[in-house]
């Protein structure tokens, strides 16, 4: 009996709350604008930035495995160089050159 009054409140309460929102969207819709999509936006380019970090360093780490790897030193040398490019142009900001520790 209690589940039944419980979900009968329930179903109460958020119609009621469905009806205010879609009555304040209808006389006032630049304040609901204000209150869910800037926020939404906000999100969606953190969450974009959050992205292209993770591709950066996983980038970054994929260089430093390479080179730790490799024997050749003409290699070596091209992946230190790209290494470097990659630090000076990174989301993070400017690296000092040597700081994989080469």
């Not at 589940?3 to 958020?14: A, F, G, P, Q, V």
């Not at 969207?25 to 304040?31: A, G, Q, V």
């Not at 906000?42 to 959050?50: I, K, P, Q, R, S």
């Not at 430093?64 to 900001?93: R, V």
Request: proline letters at 4%; aromatic letters at 12%.
């Amino acid at each position: 009996m209690i589940t039944k009054w419980l979900n009968s409140l329930r179903i109460y309460s958020l119609s009621v709350i469905g009806a205010h929102v879609l009555i304040i969207t209808f006389f006032f819709p630049w304040l609901v604008f204000y209150i869910i999509i800037v926020p939404g936006v906000l999100a969606v380019f953190y969450m974009w930035c959050d992205v292209v970090h993770q591709i950066e360093e996983a980038n970054r780490m994929e260089i430093l495995k390479l080179l730790h790897t490799t024997d050749n030193p003409n290699t070596k040398e091209i992946l230190a160089y790209e290494l470097h490019l990659h630090d000076q142009h990174s989301l993070a900001g400017d690296r000092p050159f040597n700081s994989h520790g080469i």
